[in-house]
């Protein structure tokens, strides 16, 4: 079948690693043969640890409206912490809206990491709540730091080994990595490393309600929610299609009314404007399977 998509892939000019489309029909991938088969996803990252707070959620060990500092002890947080974090809800790190304002970008940028230490959490508990939690937005991976050290204690294993047993086993992933903070953490705001057409699968799970291969994966509610409120996944313009974007042009993305996933790694400096590119050709590519 004529991939309107995979053509679009092919026309980039700035290095396009591998991509895949999932659809009821199966699976198509393309690779460029001088690429890795695993690349950085950077903020695609945050997908899958909200979706692990949504398998927790399922599973009865927390909910979203738990104060993120209850899941610590007083001596994991900074003595003199900021008290208006304990205000701050699971949602609101899902939703990037604690309420701080001066943050890095990323809690694992090397140019921070003499200003942040070893110790990573205290640091982002660090920082002051300067804006309205729950209503000021500031995207940071700072927050999905939290959200990884919450879904370690929530779930009473590394984050890693949760998102292994929960996601990437059932969902047969081949090759993956994550980088992790000093402490053994992932980062989760970025820094995991798979292969695109095993990407998707995530995507394709959202597709279909929170089923892959006759498993439940995720509650059908939770999949409601993270679109209707932003749980690393927005809706791409007035279309069907909802999406988590990376920092240079990595792309899951998802049609829950015509069951269909895309995922792609890449590399642009002007990554959005790509993304754009490939999400038109790809909702294109949807419009000519009807």
Same mark, same amino acid.
């Given at each position: 079948m004529n991939n309107l998509f995979f053509d679009a892939v092919l026309a980039e000019t700035d290095p396009m690693y591998d991509a895949a489309v999932i659809t009821r029909d199966g699976v198509e991938y393309r690779k460029n043969d001088n690429c890795n088969f695993c690349n950085n996803s950077h903020s695609v990252t945050k997908f899958f640890f909200a979706s692990a707070v949504g398998i927790l959620e399922m599973q009865g060990k927390l909910s %979203? !409206?738990? /104060?993120?500092? /209850?899941?610590?002890? +007083? *001596?994991?947080? +900074? +003595?003199?912490?900021d008290r208006k974090w304990d205000a701050v809800t699971v949602e609101d790190a899902l939703r990037h809206k604690t309420g701080?304002? !001066?943050? +890095?970008?990323?809690?694992?940028?090397? /140019? *921070?990491?003499?200003?942040?230490g070893e110790d990573y959490l205290k640091y982002v508990f660090s920082l002051k709540i300067e804006e309205k939690t729950g209503e000021y937005r500031r995207y940071s991976d700072a927050a999905y730091y939290l959200i990884a050290n919450i879904v370690t204690k929530a779930s009473g294993m590394n984050a890693e080994r949760f998102l292994n047993e929960t996601i990437f086993l059932p969902l047969h992933f081949r090759q993956w990595a994550l980088a992790k903070c000093p402490k053994g953490v992932p980062i989760a705001g970025g820094g995991f490393y798979a292969r695109s057409d095993d990407?998707?699968?995530?995507?394709?799970?959202?597709? #279909? @309600? @929170?089923?892959?291969? @006759?498993? %439940?994966i995720l509650p059908e509610s939770w999949i409601a929610d993270a679109?209707?409120?932003?749980?690393? #996944?927005?809706?791409?313009?007035?279309?069907?299609v909802f999406?988590? !974007? @990376?920092?240079?042009?990595?792309?899951?993305?998802? /049609?829950r009314q015509r069951r269909a996933a895309v995922a792609w790694h890449g590399y642009s400096n002007d990554g959005n404007a790509r993304n754009d590119r490939l999400l038109e050709a790809f909702v294109r590519y949807l419009d000519s399977r009807e």
């Open positions: %979203r !409206t738990d /104060s993120v500092t /209850s899941f610590f002890s +007083p *001596d994991e947080l +900074p +003595p003199d912490y701080i304002d !001066t943050v +890095p970008y990323g809690v694992d940028e090397d /140019s *921070d990491r003499e200003k942040i990407i998707a699968k995530l995507g394709y799970v959202y597709a #279909c @309600g @929170g089923v892959y291969e @006759g498993r %439940r679109m209707k409120n932003d749980y690393a #996944c927005t809706q791409f313009r007035d279309t069907d999406v988590k !974007t @990376g920092a240079k042009g990595q792309m899951v993305a998802f /049609s």
